[in-house]
């Protein structure tokens, strides 16, 4: 069992960190959830899923949306006392899934103005794996370039970029090849998506 953050910021594809969140539960693994306001925000229009302010109700609306318990937990936006903001208590792995190209510019200048990037922060001080899912498009040449100060922080950089070769025929099977291809960075075992060269 590992322990994972996963963050929700406000780029569109929540649907993507909501997946991720219950294909690592099924997989065993405990999680923390945090969410960005805008990704609050986003979460509820996109999905439907309103999610209250106050961390302990919020922590119970997900817990009952993922019909899980202790495994999973959830912290505020701005609550620094928490045990994932420290090294010391680093986590496995943290996916910011996905991932705002606010976020994104405000790790790679070395901010910590909230939990999560001080999350992220501590993933790459600690060498623990920090994996950014970024749904924008087009990209402009500072999101580029602040993608790649990342990677070459050590972050991996997995756009949400789905495949076709799999002849997806519904919305989730787009959304489950995006969500397979961060499991496989993760080292986590899953069946969302047919392999190239496998047989059906």
């Avoid at 590992?2 to 960190?17: L, Q, R």
């Avoid at 501590?122 to 370039?145: D, G, S, Y």
């Avoid at 972050?155 to 519904?170: D, E, G």
């Avoid at 489950?176 to 961060?182: H, Y």
Wanted: hydrophobic share 40%; with cysteine; proline share 4%.
């Amino acid at each position: 069992m590992k322990n994972f953050v996963v963050g929700i910021t406000g780029a569109s594809g929540s649907i993507y960190g909501l997946q991720l969140i219950e294909e690592l539960l099924k997989s065993g693994h405990r999680i923390s959830v945090l969410l960005s306001n805008a990704g609050r925000q986003v979460l509820a229009y996109e999905t439907g899923l309103k999610l209250a302010e106050t961390p302990r109700e919020c922590l119970d609306q997900l817990r009952r949306h993922f019909s899980a318990g202790e495994e999973l937990q959830h912290f505020a936006i701005n609550d620094f006392f928490a045990p994932v903001a420290s090294g010391s208590s680093a986590p496995d792995g943290v996916i910011i899934c996905p991932c705002s190209m606010g976020t994104a510019g405000r790790i790679a200048a070395g901010l910590s103005d909230n939990l999560l990037e001080r999350v992220a922060d501590v993933a790459l001080k600690e060498q623990k794996t920090l994996l950014l899912v970024p749904r924008e498009t087009p990209f402009n040449q500072i999101h580029l370039e602040n993608l790649l100060r990342l990677s070459r922080a050590g972050a991996q950089i997995l756009p949400a970029m789905p495949a076709f070769y799999q002849h997806p025929q519904t919305i989730d099977d787009l959304v489950n090849f995006v969500v397979g291809k961060a499991l496989d960075s993760l080292g986590v075992g899953h069946q969302l998506f047919q392999r190239w060269g496998e047989d059906c």
